[in-house]
């Protein structure tokens, strides 16, 4: 492995002289004594091409996807485009201040304004919010929006969200904060949410329904309106959540087949960065009679005039983030589809589905494909279980043996209901040959179960930090360098 930049120290080695201080310093009048370093600081000394070299040989031993393919599934990890990237640094942009009059800001407002309308649009919705500046954050926006309604409407005993066993780890946590129960109900044979089990749990406490769809075993819940049915029986609401809405943009629109909240995932679906633990953009868009409740202002448009709406701040709920949301975030969600056009944003979701589908139809003799009879969408779920049982390879050890070929590994045990899963979602940048090139590393990792289990149980073999103690890296992480 690569030496660290500690490791490279040499002592007297610089690579920047700062100019000699010419103001006196007293650090007893800024610093208190108790927090004064007693001893130097123990820095490397380096020159500054070995500092470069040493970010660069970094850089090169992270994973992005600029670098290979990313099939992570139900994440979306698409290529991001660097005109994206380009335009939102423009001065006009970048040198704003929130706080300015709103006449200074006329641009910034039409872009938001547009953004909130394109986004409702194709959703089916009757508006949007942009303030949520993550998917889980919209989760907690949209839970916060459902409770609400329900306070509104003295619904007090409303007490409890039913979810599949298919949903997002992220959907129980959002519904326990917002002061919800969950209740779990089970897929059926086909994957889908079990009707007659949703019917044996909804009662007069149900206060709504969450939903990802498509699934995250990539398959299109096909029952939506007659589940729509069964919940709005009793007044409960239906909660789309967006993760996966790359698959169905442009061919779905959630807000007319029976949702009445759903967050977006701009960081996925509308190829703003995605990873790291960040920025990104959770908007919500809301039926008509849900728009009172939303996070207060919205963008909105009077004589050519755009200006910042606190008509129905007197009945929202509250501000779930800072001004208008990750601003950047959204400039870039919103060149994305003005470049698209509605027909680009179709073939997106077209191309996707396309592309899940050719990769689970050419591994279907190598992997155990729980749900392969059915047409997956973005993405599908294979399992490791032949392997496991047949050679003892679990698809924890498929997964690093991925990382030799030269890839990212896709989602692994989840969703939790397959055995062994693996999630794989190529999204629509991909090309053909890409998506060939990995499909024969995937069945040369079948072939090599049978062949060389060895391989598989030691790999990776060739990446910078070999396979780790997972469980003993989670308790006992330590990240510091002794020197």
Same mark, same amino acid.
């Given at each position: 492995?690569?030496?660290?930049?500690?490791?490279?120290?040499?002592?007297?080695?610089?690579?920047?002289?700062?100019?000699?201080?010419?103001?006196?310093?007293?650090?007893?009048?800024?610093?208190?004594?108790?927090?004064?370093?007693k001893e130097e600081v123990k820095l490397p000394e380096v020159s500054e091409l070995d500092v470069m070299r040493h970010f660069l040989e970094l850089?090169?031993?992270?994973?992005?996807?600029?670098?290979?393919?990313?099939?992570?599934?139900?994440?979306?990890?698409?290529?991001?485009?660097?005109?994206?990237?380009?335009?939102?640094?423009?001065?006009?942009?970048?040198?704003?201040?929130?706080?300015?009059?709103?006449?200074?800001?006329?641009?910034?407002?039409?872009?938001?304004?547009?953004?909130?309308?394109?986004?409702?649009?194709?959703s089916g919705f009757s508006n949007v919010t942009l303030q949520p500046v993550a998917g889980a954050h919209g989760e907690f926006t949209g839970l916060?929006?459902?409770?609400?309604?329900?306070?509104?409407?003295?619904?007090?005993?409303?007490?409890?969200?039913?979810?599949?066993?298919?949903?997002?780890?992220?959907?129980?946590? %959002? $519904?326990?904060?917002?002061? !919800?129960?969950?209740?779990?109900?089970?897929?059926?044979?086909? @994957? *889908? /949410?079990?009707?007659?089990?949703?019917?044996?749990?909804?009662?007069?406490?149900?206060?709504?329904?969450?939903?990802?769809?498509?699934?995250?075993?990539?398959?299109?819940?096909?029952?939506?309106?007659?589940?729509?049915?069964?919940?709005? %029986? $009793?007044?409960?609401?239906? !909660?789309?959540?967006?993760?996966?809405?790359?698959?169905?943009? @442009? *061919? /779905?629109?959630?807000?007319?087949?029976?949702?009445?909240?759903?967050?977006?995932?701009?960081?996925?679906?509308?190829?703003?960065?995605?990873?790291?633990?960040?920025?990104?953009?959770?908007?919500?868009?809301?039926?008509?009679?849900?728009?009172?409740?939303?996070?207060?202002?919205?963008?909105?448009?009077?004589?050519?005039?755009?200006?910042?709406?606190?008509?129905?701040?007197?009945?929202?709920?509250?501000?779930?983030?800072?001004?208008?949301?990750?601003?950047?975030?959204?400039?870039?969600?919103?060149?994305?589809?003005?470049?698209?056009?509605?027909?680009?944003?179709?073939?997106?979701?077209?191309?996707?589905?396309?592309?899940?589908?050719?990769?689970?139809?050419?591994?279907?003799?190598?992997?155990?494909?729980?749900?392969?009879?059915?047409?997956?969408?973005?993405?599908?779920?294979?399992?490791?279980?032949?392997?496991?049982?047949?050679?003892?390879?679990?698809?924890?050890?498929?997964?690093?043996?991925?990382?030799?070929?030269?890839?990212?590994?896709?989602?692994?045990?989840?969703?939790?209901?397959?055995?062994?899963?693996?999630?794989?979602?190529?999204?629509?940048?991909?090309?053909?040959?890409?998506?060939?090139?990995?499909?024969?590393?995937?069945?040369?990792?079948?072939?090599?179960?049978?062949?060389?289990?060895?391989?598989?149980?030691?790999?990776?073999?060739?990446?910078?930090?070999?396979?780790?103690?997972?469980?003993?890296?989670?308790?006992?992480?330590?990240?510091?360098?002794?020197?």
């Amino acid at each position: 492995m690569a030496k660290t930049i500690f490791e490279k120290h040499s002592e007297g080695r610089k690579g920047y002289t700062l100019p000699t201080n010419d103001v006196e310093i007293s650090l007893n009048r800024c610093i208190p004594e108790k927090f004064q370093r007693k001893e130097e600081v123990k820095l490397p000394e380096v020159s500054e091409l070995d500092v470069m070299r040493h970010f660069l040989e970094l850089s090169q031993m992270n994973h992005c996807i600029e670098k290979g393919f990313y099939p992570l599934g139900s994440c979306t990890m698409k290529y991001n485009p660097k005109i994206n990237e380009t335009l939102v640094r423009n001065d006009g942009f970048n040198n704003l201040h929130p706080l300015q009059d709103e006449d200074t800001v006329q641009g910034a407002l039409e872009i938001l304004y547009e953004l909130q309308k394109d986004l409702a649009e194709i959703s089916g919705f009757s508006n949007v919010t942009l303030q949520p500046v993550a998917g889980a954050h919209g989760e907690f926006t949209g839970l916060k929006i459902m409770k609400a309604y329900h306070d509104h409407k003295g619904n007090s005993h409303k007490k409890k969200i039913i979810l599949p066993d298919s949903a997002h780890g992220t959907n129980p946590a %959002s $519904v326990t904060l917002v002061g !919800y129960e969950m209740v779990e109900i089970k897929s059926n044979e086909k @994957g *889908l /949410v079990g009707i007659e089990d949703l019917k044996a749990h909804v009662n007069d406490e149900t206060a709504g329904f969450m939903l990802t769809n498509p699934n995250t075993l990539g398959l299109f819940e096909s029952q939506v309106e007659e589940i729509a049915e069964i919940i709005h %029986s $009793v007044d409960g609401l239906m !909660y789309m959540d967006g993760a996966n809405f790359n698959a169905i943009m @442009g *061919l /779905v629109k959630p807000g007319e087949n029976g949702f009445d909240i759903m967050h977006f995932n701009l960081h996925k679906t509308f190829a703003t960065p995605h990873g790291g633990g960040g920025p990104g953009a959770g908007p919500i868009g809301v039926r008509e009679d849900l728009i009172k409740f939303l996070p207060a202002p919205l963008i909105g448009k009077k004589d050519d005039k755009y200006f910042l709406d606190y008509t129905h701040e007197k009945t929202s709920f509250g501000k779930v983030h800072s001004f208008f949301g990750n601003f950047a975030v959204n400039i870039k969600a919103y060149i994305y589809l003005k470049m698209l056009g509605p027909k680009g944003l179709r073939r997106v979701a077209e191309n996707a589905v396309i592309n899940a589908n050719y990769i689970q139809k050419k591994l279907e003799n190598y992997y155990d494909i729980p749900f392969k009879d059915s047409f997956c969408m973005h993405e599908f779920v294979a399992s490791g279980s032949w392997q496991k049982e047949k050679h003892g390879i679990k698809t924890l050890d498929i997964a690093k043996r991925i990382l030799d070929k030269g890839y990212h590994a896709p989602t692994i045990y989840f969703p939790l209901i397959v055995h062994e899963a693996m999630m794989i979602e190529p999204t629509e940048t991909e090309s053909k040959e890409t998506l060939d090139e990995f499909i024969d590393a995937m069945i040369e990792i079948a072939k090599e179960c049978e062949e060389h289990p060895e391989l598989l149980k030691n790999a990776p073999l060739n990446t910078p930090v070999k396979r780790v103690d997972d469980t003993l890296a989670v308790r006992q992480l330590n990240v510091k360098f002794e020197w």
